[in-house]
């Protein structure tokens, strides 16, 4: 009689109404005409007005929104029309006039028959959040200056005593010095490539463009690259557009980007090869190629590639991290482009990636090769 009485509650009990009444998310539901219908405790807690307050109001009266500092309402439209929203950040302004951060998505109610009668908005409080992330920003500075620091110190003091300032030094002691130096070489750039990821990961460090004459860029790249080549018989070869191309983009960055790519080409690939980068036009956006003859990527690994740490089986005894390709990755995504790969286990690797922002200065040239 016990688990009769039990089951017949249960079939009977409103479940989606008590989820939706104690989530900790806000949850308003608008008819046709944009009215807000009915909120949770969460919704009124966030806008900071009580449900009565709340209910028979247009939406845009209760909820202010802005995006970047912004004021917009162009969301809450959108929504009140019936349009369904893809999850968004912006801010909401309570009533006390406090800017609360949420993630805002909102989706449209349909009876059977596919009919729109309304439109629910969901919104998540990032308050907390956006606390941890503004710690997590002032870790990342102290790591910038307190850790880096000395480590550039020493390596400097090193250097020093390399070149003999303090006296000249016995074969022993210069090799010792040496292996020291360059183990805090790698240290330095470990800890650049740590903070440049999450500096690009916070949006704190964030590209500076400018005009770039890509043919020129690339070759100064390359030309760097050579000596490192020519150690393990590897020929370095490039192919360009035959007009001048001007990308608008930090230099920097893009450096990073090209060196860390023809730097992995380069270790992997075996003696008596050559690696290639290539620069194409290709519809709305430029597009470069790094290929090499390496022993490629196990499609296993492929999906994880740009993840940090982490590193493909076929790395093998290679010296690395796992930074280089997250931070490249970032730095592409930061530009509005993309970047993605083609390999297989054997036939070696091409890394591709395009950016948006160009010209093309029509003027005669011809590919290099070198």
Known sequence: MLKENLATHQKSYDWSHFIVENTPAGVSTLDGQGLVTDCNPAAGKIIGLSKDQIIGRLAQDVLFCKVDGQETCSSLKLAMLGENLETRELSLVSNECQEVPVMLRAFSLEDDLGIKSGTVIIFQDLTSVKQLEKERRHLVDMFAHDLKAPIVGMAGLIRRLRQGKLGPLAEPQMAYLETVYNGMKKLEDLITNFLDLSRLDLRVLTPLPSAIQVEKECQEVI????????????????????????????????????????????????????????????????????????????????????????????????????????????????????????????????????????????????ALQL
């Not at 020929?235 to 023809?262: G, H, K, M, Y």
């Not at 290679?318 to 993309?338: D, M, P, Q, Y």
């Open 223 to 366: 030309d760097s690259f050579l000596p490192l080549a020519e150690v393990k018989s590897i020929e370095l070869a490039s192919e360009f557009p035959q007009e001048i191309i001007v990308l608008n983009a930090d230099p920097l960055l893009f450096r990073r980007v090209l060196e860390n790519l023809l730097d992995n080409a380069i270790k992997y690939s075996p003696p008596q090869t050559s690696v290639i980068l290539q620069v194409q036009v290709n519809e709305k956006e430029l597009r470069f190629a790094v290929k090499d003859q390496g022993p490629g990527i196990p499609p296993k690994d492929v999906p994880h590639i740009f993840e940090i740490f982490y590193r493909a089986s076929t790395a093998g005894p290679v010296a690395g991290f796992g930074l280089g390709l997250a931070t490249v990755e970032r730095i592409i995504k930061a530009h509005g482009g993309r970047i993605w790969v083609d390999t297989a286990l054997g036939r070696g690797t091409t890394f591709y990636f395009s950016l948006p922002e160009f010209q093309i200065i029509k003027t005669p040239g011809q």
